[in-house]
Protein backbone atom coordinates (compact mmCIF):
# COMPACT_ATOMS: atom_id res chain seq x y z
CA UNK A 1 0.00 0.00 0.00
CA UNK A 2 2.97 2.20 0.67
CA UNK A 3 4.47 1.79 -2.66
CA UNK A 4 1.20 2.69 -4.51
CA UNK A 5 0.77 5.94 -2.30
CA UNK A 6 4.52 6.67 -2.86
CA UNK A 7 4.05 6.17 -6.81
CA UNK A 8 0.64 8.33 -6.62
CA UNK A 9 2.77 11.32 -5.20
CA UNK A 10 5.28 11.42 -7.56
CA UNK A 11 3.35 10.90 -10.46
CA UNK A 12 2.35 14.80 -10.42
CA UNK A 13 6.12 15.58 -10.36
CA UNK A 14 6.42 13.20 -13.34
CA UNK A 15 3.77 14.56 -15.22
CA UNK A 16 4.64 18.33 -15.13
CA UNK A 17 8.49 17.93 -16.09
CA UNK A 18 10.05 19.25 -19.37
CA UNK A 19 13.78 18.61 -20.50
CA UNK A 20 13.05 21.88 -21.74
CA UNK A 21 11.52 24.96 -23.18
CA UNK A 22 11.87 23.86 -26.83
CA UNK A 23 9.76 20.87 -25.34
CA UNK A 24 6.71 22.90 -25.08
CA UNK A 25 6.42 24.30 -28.83
CA UNK A 26 4.23 21.96 -30.83
CA UNK A 27 5.53 23.67 -34.39
CA UNK A 28 2.01 21.69 -36.72
CA UNK A 29 0.30 24.28 -34.87
CA UNK A 30 2.27 27.60 -36.79
CA UNK A 31 0.34 27.03 -40.03
CA UNK A 32 -2.34 29.14 -40.33
CA UNK A 33 -3.74 32.34 -40.55
CA UNK A 34 -2.66 35.17 -37.51
CA UNK A 35 -2.99 38.84 -36.66
CA UNK A 36 -0.69 40.86 -35.36
CA UNK A 37 -2.54 41.98 -31.39
CA UNK A 38 0.31 43.52 -29.82
CA UNK A 39 4.00 45.11 -31.68
CA UNK A 40 6.92 46.39 -29.34
CA UNK A 41 10.61 47.07 -30.09
CA UNK A 42 12.55 49.79 -31.79
CA UNK A 43 14.80 50.45 -34.51
CA UNK A 44 18.31 52.80 -34.47
CA UNK A 45 19.85 54.34 -37.29
CA UNK A 46 23.10 56.83 -36.49
CA UNK A 47 21.07 59.79 -36.08
CA UNK A 48 17.26 58.73 -34.71
CA UNK A 49 15.67 56.28 -32.59
CA UNK A 50 11.96 54.92 -33.40
CA UNK A 51 10.38 52.83 -30.40
CA UNK A 52 6.96 51.49 -30.42
CA UNK A 53 4.40 49.96 -28.41
CA UNK A 54 0.90 49.50 -29.78
CA UNK A 55 -1.86 46.94 -29.70
CA UNK A 56 -4.54 46.04 -32.65
CA UNK A 57 -7.19 43.99 -33.31
CA UNK A 58 -7.36 42.07 -36.42
CA UNK A 59 -10.82 41.37 -36.41
CA UNK A 60 -11.51 45.31 -36.57
CA UNK A 61 -8.48 46.50 -38.32
CA UNK A 62 -8.39 50.69 -38.04
CA UNK A 63 -4.65 51.41 -39.81
CA UNK A 64 -1.24 50.87 -41.08
CA UNK A 65 -0.57 49.29 -37.95
CA UNK A 66 -3.07 46.47 -37.83
CA UNK A 67 -1.23 43.32 -39.68
CA UNK A 68 -1.87 39.71 -40.34
CA UNK A 69 0.11 36.75 -41.77
CA UNK A 70 -0.34 33.38 -43.28
CA UNK A 71 2.16 30.21 -42.97
CA UNK A 72 1.43 27.90 -45.07
CA UNK A 73 3.83 24.04 -44.42
CA UNK A 74 5.57 23.49 -48.14
CA UNK A 75 6.92 20.25 -46.56
CA UNK A 76 7.93 18.23 -43.54
CA UNK A 77 10.24 21.14 -42.42
CA UNK A 78 9.74 24.64 -44.47
CA UNK A 79 7.09 27.44 -44.21
CA UNK A 80 6.04 30.09 -46.48
CA UNK A 81 4.94 33.35 -44.92
CA UNK A 82 2.91 36.38 -46.53
CA UNK A 83 2.32 39.29 -44.63
CA UNK A 84 -0.77 41.46 -45.15
CA UNK A 85 -1.21 45.58 -43.46
CA UNK A 86 -4.57 46.84 -43.16
CA UNK A 87 -5.15 49.66 -46.02
CA UNK A 88 -7.12 52.19 -44.32
CA UNK A 89 -8.36 53.56 -48.03
CA UNK A 90 -9.69 50.44 -49.59
CA UNK A 91 -10.28 49.24 -46.14
CA UNK A 92 -8.97 45.63 -47.17
CA UNK A 93 -6.27 43.62 -46.40
CA UNK A 94 -3.11 44.28 -48.88
CA UNK A 95 -0.40 41.94 -49.29
CA UNK A 96 2.87 43.36 -48.08
CA UNK A 97 5.55 41.37 -50.29
CA UNK A 98 5.57 37.99 -51.95
CA UNK A 99 6.29 36.37 -48.84
CA UNK A 100 9.30 34.57 -48.05
CA UNK A 101 10.12 30.97 -47.17
CA UNK A 102 11.94 29.49 -44.18
CA UNK A 103 12.76 26.44 -41.78
CA UNK A 104 12.35 26.11 -38.14
CA UNK A 105 15.54 25.13 -36.03
CA UNK A 106 15.01 24.36 -32.01
CA UNK A 107 12.76 27.84 -31.57
CA UNK A 108 14.29 29.64 -34.31
CA UNK A 109 13.18 30.65 -37.60
CA UNK A 110 15.56 30.50 -40.83
CA UNK A 111 14.35 32.74 -43.71
CA UNK A 112 16.03 30.57 -46.81
CA UNK A 113 16.58 33.56 -49.03
CA UNK A 114 19.63 34.27 -51.46
CA UNK A 115 18.51 37.81 -50.71
CA UNK A 116 21.19 39.93 -48.45
CA UNK A 117 18.16 41.19 -46.31
CA UNK A 118 18.04 38.19 -43.50
CA UNK A 119 21.92 38.06 -43.12
CA UNK A 120 22.61 39.54 -40.06
CA UNK A 121 19.16 39.41 -38.34
CA UNK A 122 17.35 36.62 -36.49
CA UNK A 123 13.91 35.22 -35.48
CA UNK A 124 12.49 33.28 -32.31
CA UNK A 125 9.62 31.75 -31.12
CA UNK A 126 9.09 32.69 -28.08
CA UNK A 127 5.84 30.76 -27.87
CA UNK A 128 3.18 29.05 -29.65
CA UNK A 129 -0.07 28.03 -28.96
CA UNK A 130 -3.16 26.16 -30.68
CA UNK A 131 -4.53 30.32 -30.49
CA UNK A 132 -0.97 32.66 -30.27
CA UNK A 133 2.05 33.36 -31.58
CA UNK A 134 4.40 35.29 -30.09
CA UNK A 135 7.61 35.87 -32.38
CA UNK A 136 10.88 38.16 -31.74
CA UNK A 137 13.23 39.29 -34.35
CA UNK A 138 16.69 40.80 -33.64
CA UNK A 139 19.27 42.53 -36.09
CA UNK A 140 22.41 43.75 -34.49
CA UNK A 141 22.17 46.45 -32.10
CA UNK A 142 19.81 48.66 -34.05
CA UNK A 143 16.52 46.70 -34.21
CA UNK A 144 14.57 44.23 -32.05
CA UNK A 145 10.45 43.65 -32.14
CA UNK A 146 8.13 41.49 -30.35
CA UNK A 147 4.78 40.92 -32.03
CA UNK A 148 2.25 39.01 -30.38
CA UNK A 149 -0.53 37.16 -32.32
CA UNK A 150 -3.79 35.87 -32.39
CA UNK A 151 -4.54 33.01 -34.59
CA UNK A 152 -7.49 34.03 -37.18
CA UNK A 153 -8.32 30.56 -38.74
Known amino acids: MKKILFLLAMLPMLLFTSCSDDDDIDF????GSWGLIHSEGYEKD???LLEWD???DPLNPSSYDDAKIDIV???ENKYYQVAYYWSVFSKKW???DEGYTFTISGNKII???NDEEYSNASFKILSLTSTGLTVEAKEGSTYYAKSVYKRLQ
Request: net charge negative; hydrophobic share 25%; aromatic share 6%.
Open 54 to 56: YNC
Open 73 to 75: KID
Open 46 to 48: PSD
Open 28 to 31: NLIE
Open 94 to 96: VKE
Open 111 to 113: PIS
